[in-house]
């Protein structure tokens, strides 16, 4: 989220204002006048959540898949990881945070502009809108938080192709899709003006239509209308179910059917070599998720409570409704089956973490685990579909679950903390009145939109580099393992 600049018609709001009848200077028609005002708890706060995500990554995200793959293809899951996020670093600085979250002009719909490459405009003094009128955070403090978000997603998707992708392929493939698919999604969703830009506009609309100036009030009404072309359909993602897990669990999916399976698939034994690494990992990431969810909401409030509290409850649920499904229709409850539905609550939770009750999160979670359970133990193997470590079937299918629940368990009637209305009231926060049938539309529009724009992008650009390129090793190679073939080093000296 970053505010816009002014557009037109702002400059005449004073002379406008003063040609009003009488009867039409009234309070609700005083143009939005605001202070910036940031609070160092919040700051505090949202550097912690930075670190967290970072956590999230790596270590945890590196450990869970690594623990996952064979021995032979260890330490080459590490370094996919690690470099990935390292790369990725870079480019946001550069201009990844520029297309994410910046003016767009005609394109500003779909992704932002060049205006902030190599962060230009930006220093100590200049400040970011969170949620709450008035209430604002150091740039700076928001391009670190937000790049973590950018590390980590085309991380996630590595695991759907494990032990068969060409580090340099791979590397390129992270760089093209970062650029035309992840920047892109997190402007369409999370890029509007802020609460006081949209206070302003909205008090310039009324002081418009009460005096009658056309030109004025196209102005306001197009300056209301600037945001990402998700945020103005009404899609609510709190922290990433489309961004990040709907978008790395499609882009995985087509990566592993472009690729093919592993040399011995079906055949060979490929069971992960450390269920300890996996679930080292699998902690880390939920103690780094409390950064990524709560952290979302930029301020340390009661939503950010409501999050915390989110996080937790939905994601034991899954694990718990994960093991006992895994119980009943395998015979035994694994750690592997426990620790796959911790990560799919956390998941699943992540678009709804400010939004839903921990009721309706629990409920959330117990169906994100037991849905998961069966596509990872039964669907995937209907379909033959080598999703080597099952990005899919735990990011992408929890993320649509988490996202289509949260157009429902917003409800306050459920429990949930309702859709904040910005401009019934400017410059005060209101509750929307739910609408049902619109949030739902708006939920499944979004969700059916991630599919297309990832799965289409992200298949373009994995034929690309295949032609190009080359994708996968050798099946020499893939027999020695990537990681004295890649890299010249092993996991462990035996």
């Known amino acids: 989220m970053m505010n816009k600049a002014k557009l037109a018609g702002l400059a005449a709001l004073p002379a406008l204002l003063a040609g009003l009848p009488v009867w039409a200077q009234d309070a609700a028609l005083v143009p939005y006048v605001y202070e910036k005002s940031v609070n160092n708890g919040d700051v505090a706060w949202m550097s912690i959540s930075t670190v967290l995500v970072l956590l999230m990554t790596v270590p945890g995200l590196a450990l869970f898949y690594g623990g996952l793959v064979r021995t032979k293809n260890m330490l080459s899951m590490l370094t996919q990881v690690f470099a990935i996020s390292s790369v990725v670093c870079i480019i946001w600085v550069t201009y990844g945070y520029s297309m994410a979250f910046s003016y767009g002009g005609s394109m500003d719909a779909y992704v932002g502009g060049f205006s902030k490459m190599f962060l230009a405009g930006v220093d100590a003094t200049t400040l970011v809108p969170t949620f709450t009128n008035g209430v604002w955070l150091p740039e700076y403090t928001f391009i670190a938080f937000q790049m973590t978000f950018a590390m980590i997603t085309p991380a996630l998707i590595v695991g759907a192709f494990a032990e068969r992708v060409k580090f340099s392929s791979l590397l390129v493939f992270s760089i093209l899709w970062v650029t035309f698919i992840y920047f892109p999604m997190a402007h369409m969703v999370w890029w509007w003006g802020g609460p006081d830009f949209l206070a302003e506009q909205q008090t310039a609309l009324l002081i418009a239509q009460a005096a009658g100036d056309a030109a004025a009030e196209a102005a306001a009404a197009a300056n209301l209308a600037a945001n990402g072309m998700l945020w103005n359909w009404g899609a609510l993602d709190f922290a990433g179910g489309t961004v990040v897990h709907i978008n790395a669990g499609v882009a995985g999916l087509v990566g ?239």
């Open 256 to 494: 592993c059917i472009v690729l093919g399976k592993r040399v011995g698939y079906g055949k060979e034994s490929m069971a992960p070599h450390s269920l300890t690494m996996t679930m080292i990992g699998g902690a880390l990431l939920w103690v780094g998720w409390f950064g990524f969810n709560a952290g979302s909401n930029f301020e340390a409030n009661a939503i950010t409570s409501l999050a915390i509290v989110n996080t937790f409850v939905a994601t034991a649920g899954a694990g718990v409704a994960w093991m006992f499904a895994e119980w009943l229709m395998k015979g035994k409850p694994s750690l592997l089956g426990l620790v796959s539905g911790v990560v799919t609550g956390l998941v699943a939770v992540t678009p709804a973490a400010g939004f839903a009750g921990p009721m309706g999160a629990l409920v959330l979670g117990l169906v994100a685990g037991v849905a998961c359970f069966l596509f990872v133990s039964y669907v995937k193997n209907m379909f033959k579909l080598d999703d080597s470590l099952d990005v899919f079937g735990i990011h992408g299918l929890g993320g649509i679950i988490g996202a289509l629940a949260t157009g429902i368990l917003v409800n306050p009637a459920l429990g949930g903390a309702g859709i904040p209305d910005y401009l019934s009231v400017p410059g005060t926060l209101q509750v929307a009145a739910y609408d049902g049938a619109f949030m739902i539309t708006a939920q499944i529009k979004a969700v059916l939109f991630t599919i297309a724009f990832s799965g289409i992008g992200s298949f373009i650009l994995f034929k690309l580099i295949d032609v190009t390129m080359g994708l996968r090793v050798k099946e020499e190679i893939e027999r020695e393992g990537l990681d004295l073939a890649e890299h010249g080093e092993r996991a462990y000296n035996m």
